[in-house]
């Protein structure tokens, strides 16, 4: 096994995340069984608890893992399901040795910063590597954090058990432009690598991050100052798209120079796709308008996209196969409560998303919005949270209902609630129990428009394998009957359902019911729903575009995209 480790230094934010992405991109391009594995130094044990406007998007995995918005990164890069197990923090180590510690693991020995809490992190690296050939690993924030020490000093030590030629170390750097200079500087990088040196480890490569292009007088500064080899300094000025990032760095010879590196044999890189895809993002044939209406977007005097990271990626895939560009307006449905006019700029959409989100701030708003969609017949997609705001939507003003959901209130009409084992988990505090997580399987309602959007992509096919999977281990998630012969699965992070008691009054008023998941103890969960007056109304209680790939685009999201575009 090789293993690559990515390091960040100046500042975080720059991409790193995006460069180790793209490496691997490269590599599985280049036919080698490569995975990515991200290091977060917090205490945190996962993402799960983190605020989405500080921390970014909560990623979930098929495993049921709540991690770091990199994976996405990883999984939308590679084509490729990640595990929850290749996210790594700091909590989770600590954890395992206190643990272990208290179970007389280490037979009487004194229990250490250095050696047991970095054997731990390479007992975790190895355990996500197997099967692999390569592996990059992405040390989360910058070198110079306190926290990173132990991460650092596991890479160390790994190069000394495994060798200079199966352990890389590539340094992502970033060069400012001050304005009021107007020339790159390329100090705080020389910095950058004196820190990285002083834990014993040297860059094989300085990928240089930037507004501009990189020029040989710099680049040759750099090398001189890290003893490292001018064309291993790799630039990666900003691009179009960070799709496109792959690309220019394979146009540097970014794949072979590892591949000579690690003394493999060459392949030849086969793209596929990925080149006429990224073409279609740089120059769609046409563009569409779509306004995202979330909670999770104002951050004091800033605006924050990174809650809907995913959501944004997975409209930027379907656009790439149909050739259409999506002009994303990030609209803050506060903004909406306060000021309803604001509700005028949707009249210029092509199509309305309301994404996930918890708790009441905000959900005014989402409603009036899904209101304004359905009357308006502007095409609209709702993703959990906007799936069950459009059927409460729906009961108030289609059925007269006193509705919401008990997440918020207790009315007469709960339309959205909890299940009864899940109260009794609640009533003592167990809130993380209570979570319905990571992929679920959906039984499609033949002739539905849902249906015919994955029946036209190769999800079925796809999933069918891990759906076989899944039940040889029995797991309770599954519960299928003869029957449902069209099977899809989809991420869930959620903890509320549409209630079972009003879904036939939902199916007279004209609601249709395209996919349920069949729980063992006989209730029928809602999975997607439709309505078909509507030219393109959809809400689903999963999350698609966490299972959204430039390779891969989600078929909701391509349904919903296509019909914005008509
Ligand atoms: N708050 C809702 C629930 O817990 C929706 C969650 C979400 O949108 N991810 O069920």
Redesign the pocket.
Known sequence: MKFIFVYGGVMSGVGKGIVASSIANILSHHDFNVTCIKIDPYINCDAGTMRPTEHGEVFVTYDGGETDQDIGNYERFMNKDISKLNNITTGQIYKKVIEDERAGKYLGNTVEFIPHIPNEIIRRILNSSRGHDIIVIEIGGTIGDFENIPFLFAAKKMELTYGKENVIHVLVTYLPIPPNLGEMKTKPTQHAIMKLNSYGIEPDFIITRSERELDDARKEKIAKYSNVQFSHIVPSPNLKTIYEVPIKLEEKFMGNMIIDQFKLQKREIKWGKWIDLVKNIKNPQKNVDVAIVGKYIDTGSFTLYDSYISVKEALVHAGAHLNIGVNIHWINSKDIEKNPSVLNELKKMNGIIVP???GASGVEGMIMTIKFARENDIPYLGL??GM?LAMIEFARDVLGWDAHTT?IKQTKYPVIDILPEQKELLKGNKYGGTMRLGEYVAALTRGTMIFNLYKNSHRIENDSKRIDEYRKTAQFRVGITKDDDVLVLEKH????EVNPKFIDDFVKAGVKISGIHRRKDGINLVEFIELPKNKFFVGTQA?PELKSRLEDPSPLFMGFVKACSE
């Open positions: 996930g989100g918890f959990c949270y069950q997440e992070r959620h903890r509320y999350h």
